[in-house]
C-alpha cells in the first residue's frame, strides 16, 4: 500500500495492489451499491434518481449525494459529490491492470483520488485524507474477499 499526506495540499492519493483482475475491481467500484460499503462519507448508497445516490455520513450522519461516472477504457470513475442540487467531480478512483505494472494478470492497482476545494478547511482535508487512507484498505479486504467468494 502506498500513501501520500502532505497538508495543506491541493490532491490527496492513496494505492494498493488488489489480488483481482482489474476488471472485476472497475465493476464493482463502479457499483454505487459496492461503495457505499466501503466509502466512510457516504455509506449506505441508495438511488435518488437521474443517477444521483443518498448516504450518509459516518462522521456526523449528515447526507452524502454521490452521482458514479464510470469510463472503462480509461479504467477511471468519478465520483461527483455535494449536495442533491450540486455535485463536483471531486473524488476518482483510476484501475490499473496489473499487466501495465509489470504485475500478474490477476491483479491490479487501484489508486484513489482527492480533489481538495479551495474553501475546504485545514482539519476537514486532513479527515479527507486521513478517511481514504482507511478507505483504501476497506477497498482491497472488500474487493479480495468478493472475489474469493465468486469462485475464482
Keep these: 500500500m502506498m500513501t501520500q499526506s502532505l497538508l495543506p495540499s491541493v490532491a490527496h492519493q492513496a494505492a494498493s495492489r488488489v489480488a483481482v ?20 462519507g457516504s455509506m449506505g448508497l441508495e438511488p435518488v434518481g437521474d443517477g ?16 458514479v461516472r464510470a469510463d472503462r477504457a480509461l479504467g477511471l470513475i468519478d465520483f461527483h459529490v ?11 478512483i483510476r484501475v490499473t491492470p496489473g499487466a501495465v505494472l509489470g504485475l500478474d494478470e490477476d491483479a491490479c492497482l487501484v489508486t484513489l483520488h482527492a ?4 474553501d475546504a478547511p485545514d482539519d476537514r482535508w486532513a ?12 477497498i482491497k479486504a472488500q474487493l479480495e474477499t468478493a472475489f474469493a467468494g465468486a469462485g475464482a
Design 115 to 118: 480533489l481538495r476545494a479551495a
Design 82 to 92: 455535494g449536495t442533491e442540487q450540486v455535485r463536483r467531480p471531486r473524488i476518482f
Design 127 to 138: 479527515r479527507t485524507c486521513l478517511t481514504h487512507e482507511a478507505e483504501i484498505l476497506l
Design 52 to 67: 444521483v445516490f443518498r448516504g450518509c455520513s459516518l462522521f456526523d450522519g449528515s447526507a452524502a449525494f454521490v452521482e
Design 21 to 40: 483482475p482489474a476488471g472485476f475491481a472497475f465493476d464493482r467500484l463502479s457499483d454505487a451499491g459496492f461503495v457505499g460499503q466501503w466509502a466512510l
